[in-house]
């Protein structure tokens, strides 16, 4: 069973910085694409960033020019470097993997909260 572990996330002011990690349990060039999504309270879920096998790199409207999607495949890790943060960034990001099979897994999030 493929497993997916975010970790980095926690209280940053607005304009700061923060970087999420994504360990996964098997090669991640397994995955045909990669990514981070986000789920503010009473949103839906929304993409955030992918990254593909190749590297070709996807952001949210709302994330380009502030985020960095990046992949490790000797760690088998994804990252989200977020840059110039804003309260509307505040929610539980989580991993994404899609296999070439069409499977899709899911880490169980973790909590950026943007406040003064």
């Known amino acids: 069973q493929v497993q997916l572990v975010e970790s980095g996330g926690g209280l940053v002011q607005p304009g700061g910085s923060l970087r999420l990690s994504c360990a996964a349990s098997?090669?991640?060039?397994?995955?045909?694409?990669m990514g981070w999504y986000r789920q503010a309270p009473g949103k839906e879920r929304e993409v955030v960033a992918t990254?593909?096998?190749?590297?070709?790199?996807n952001y949210g409207d709302s994330v380009k020019g502030r985020f960095t999607i990046s992949r490790d495949n000797a760690k088998n890790t994804v990252y989200l470097q977020m840059n110039s943060l804003k309260p509307e960034d505040t929610a539980v990001y989580y991993c994404?993997?899609?296999?070439?099979?069409?499977?899709?897994?899911w880490g169980k999030g973790t909590l950026v909260t943007v406040s003064s």
């Open positions: 994404n993997g899609r296999s070439y099979y069409g499977l899709e897994y």
């Open positions: 098997s090669n991640i060039l397994s995955f045909t694409v």
């Open positions: 990254i593909t096998s190749s590297g070709r790199e």
